[in-house]
């Protein structure tokens, strides 16, 4: 059974309130952080750790960190994304809401690391009962002398704010973030500069996911050493899978990274297996904005490996035969999905979500949507199928941030993958209304 | 009238209750002096609260209150698909339509209220008790198919549960 490292006590009665929470070895980072080591030291045990970005990029937090520009008289801030937005995941809402209070101290052992006094914590809005938990839990941490001036003794002063968006997909990209916390649209922001140079109201800012957050705290308990012997290679630590879809029991899970992709589908302790005994068609194993993975490529690599819960494994065989380990929304499909259709659901998603700023994202996507509309409603041709593919690759890299790539990604692969499905739905319209495709039984061809 | 029309600036700001007034004023002592556009957000979700839906009386008010122009509020508030823009139901039913929910039955779901409701996604029942919309992905996807009514989530969702769920809120919006 897998160590797990944020999640241990979240089912624990009452852990949501601060005594409770202490009892169970609470703000121990916070007490070791600003007593014993400088800023510089914890952010030396992160590097160590060799934390990736939880959100979905895998960037490493302490190399964040260390980007953080420092200008004499300059405020810096901490910004927690707590915006979780990208389909298929739902890992922070867990948290917050079961361990706010673990949020909290890693946002104090983070802000202390990086020299903020006035923190941040962005919530999407849909999560405002999140946000009732997360005020009451910091309100807890000031009448306990964990936020607000000299803490714990040590002259680290803090203040933590939570506050909530309005519905925006794009908000948890970090400078549409920023944007909307200074109480503007959404719209991303060109890079350079960077966050780390000019972020919140322009001064350095760094923004991290709840998860990365919450990780500083057993990492700066039990040292980056001890942190980064969990996992393979460059996938250290534990990480919260979001599983979801057609699974006997999909959930939020926290796994060891390297656990086998089989094992954590079918195995007693994870999902338990396809849904009413069905069989698996695909995976999106990362969150909707990654390569979907047809059933032959999930739990095997395309050279026949046994594919691991890696950032490296999952991403295999590149764009080719492989996909990306995410925000670790993991999505899976039976044998009765319709691939056609659900590339549809989600280029709708992101023709709504685009926030119109960069032409080829703003029509792009609208465009993508419409035609992979008229191929799930029976009205497409095979053309359609290229024009899917040249639309793709006029928004890919073309836009000021990632949201673009994001939408043409899994239509990509969609296509790369299930093509024949995508020829089925444009072959025999009729048929296509009346029945799913099944299973494809073979790679294609190249 | 709407944001977008010429004449929106003119219109007379709204009052907010004594309630509202006391939090968005909490709200915007929780940024630094200066930064009181950061609340904007906040200050939304509250008139919304109040009044469920977003107006252009209630944006001009909220202008007033963060000394900012109009446009300021009028581009945040019609950027973020929470705030509604038009005088919705006493109930307003958000459904989640994206992916994950979709692999679960979402598009039952949202035919089944349709027809439980007689309306289409986009409209108000007759008494005004609920507004039918779809929204993108909420968050909860490993627990679809479910929809958000007044920031709370009904996951998992049957005809039973959908059933149960419309009885409460017919009851609990009588009083």
Known sequence: ?446 | MKADHPQAVNEAPIDFSAHTMAEINRVIGLFPERKQKSAILSILHLVQDEFGWVSVGAMNRVAQILDIQPIEVYEVATFYTMFHLDPVGKNVLEVCRTGPCQLVGSDDLISYIEEKLDIKVGETTKDGMFTLKTVECLGACGYGPMLMCKYQFYERLNKEKVNEMLDAMREASKS
């Open chain 1, 1 to 446: 059974m897998s160590r797990k490292l944020l999640i241990e006590h979240a089912e624990v009665p009452g852990i949501a309130s601060f005594e409770t929470y202490r009892k169970h070895g609470g703000y121990a980072s916070v007490e070791k952080a600003l007593k014993t080591m400088s800023p510089d030291e914890v952010v030396e045990e992160v590097k160590k750790s060799g934390l990736r970005g939880r959100g979905g990029a895998g960037f490493p937090t302490g190399m964040k960190w260390s980007f953080l520009a420092k200008p004499e008289g300059v405020e810096r801030h901490l910004v927690c994304n707590a915006d979780e937005s990208e389909p298929g995941t739902f890992k922070d809402r867990y948290l917050m809401e079961k361990l706010p209070h673990l949020l909290i101290e890693g946002m104090i052992t983070s802000s202390y690391a990086l020299g903020a006094r006035r923190s941040y914590i962005y919530i999407r809005g849909e999560f405002m009962y999140v946000l009732r938990i997360l005020e009451k839990a910091i309100a807890e941490a000031y009448a306990n002398g964990m936020l607000g001036k000299n803490i714990l003794g040590s002259g680290y002063d803090l203040d933590l704010v939570v506050t909530p968006g309005g519905g925006a997909y794009i908000c948890g990209e970090e400078t549409a973030l920023l944007e909307s916390l200074e109480g503007k649209r959404g719209n991303p922001r060109m890079k350079p500069p960077f966050p780390a140079v000019k972020g919140l109201w322009g001064n350095p800012t760094v923004v991290n996911n709840v998860e990365s957050i919450a990780a500083v705290v057993p990492i700066v308990n039990e040292g980056g050493e001890a942190y980064a012997k969990i996992g393979i290679e460059r996938s250290t630590g534990t990480k919260l899978i979001s599983a979801s879809g057609n699974l006997v029991r999909p959930g939020v899970y926290e796994i060891e990274l390297g656990l086998s992709v089989e094992e954590f589908i079918y195995g007693d302790n994870y999902c338990r297996g396809i849904a009413n005994g069905k069989k698996l068609k695909a995976c999106i194993p990362g969150g909707s904005s990654v390569p979907i993975l047809p059933h032959y490529l999930v739990t095997k690599t395309a050279a026949g490996t046994d594919r691991l819960m890696t950032y490296e494994s999952l991403a295999d065989g590149g764009f080719a035969s492989g996909s990306m380990l995410g925000s670790g929304g993991f999505i899976v499909f039976d044998e009765d999905q319709c691939i056609v259709r659900n590339t549809w659901n989600f280029a709708r998603f992101y023709a709504h979500e685009s926030c119109g700023q960069c032409s080829p994202c703003r029509e792009g996507t609208g465009w993508m949507e419409k035609v992979l509309y008229r191929l799930e409603h029976g009205t497409g041709t095979l053309e359609d199928i290229s024009l899917l593919e040249e639309i793709n690759k006029k928004i890919e890299g073309n836009t000021i941030c990632p949201l673009g790539d994001a939408a043409a990604w899994p239509v990509a692969a969609a296509i790369r993958h299930f093509r024949d499905e995508f020829e089925w739905h444009v072959k025999s319209p009729q048929e296509a209304q009346t029945r799913n495709y099944g299973l494809i039984q073979a790679p294609l061809e190249a």
